[in-house]
């Protein structure tokens, strides 16, 4: 997947749950994903998108999180309308809800004992892992 196809599922997800994208935000040097905002009247989430690497190669992942991402803070939420509608958009990738990245991480286990960013900087959860905002 490129940007530019983010940006199409993130448009066309905020037009069937009717909300309206607000911006993007591209990964930088110490974020590992770029964020799709979109707002509704309740609230503005981020549709957060990055690349994994193991053993099958390379995998697509998404999440949603509250816009106030922070150096090392991401608060990931439940959209249950957009979640739905982004697995509808993205079925052969891998879309995390709020439990799931909210998982504890056992950086013991084999995918991640030999992971060097795992290993420096110790995350208690999976989200942490794989939407990093580390340097």
């Not at 053993?55 to 959209?79: C, L, N, P, Q, W």
């Not at 439990?99 to 060097?116: C, F, G, M, S, V």
């Amino acid at each position: 997947m490129e940007a530019k196809e983010f940006r199409k599922v993130c448009y066309e997800a905020a037009r069937r749950t009717r909300g309206q994208v607000v911006r993007f935000v591209p990964g930088d040097v110490a974020r590992n994903f770029q964020t799709g905002e979109i707002a509704y009247d309740h609230r503005t989430v981020a549709v957060l998108w990055t690349q994994d690497w193991d053993e099958g190669g390379r995998r697509e992942i998404f999440g949603i999180a509250d816009t106030h991402i922070g150096f090392g803070t991401i608060s990931f939420v439940d959209e249950p309308g957009l979640l739905a509608v982004l697995r509808e958009l993205l079925p052969e990738h891998r879309l995390y809800s709020r439990a799931e990245l909210e998982a504890p991480i056992d950086i013991t286990a084999p995918r991640w004992k030999n992971h060097y960013d795992v290993q420096h900087w110790r995350p208690d959860f999976l989200g942490e892992v794989l939407f990093s905002c580390w340097d």
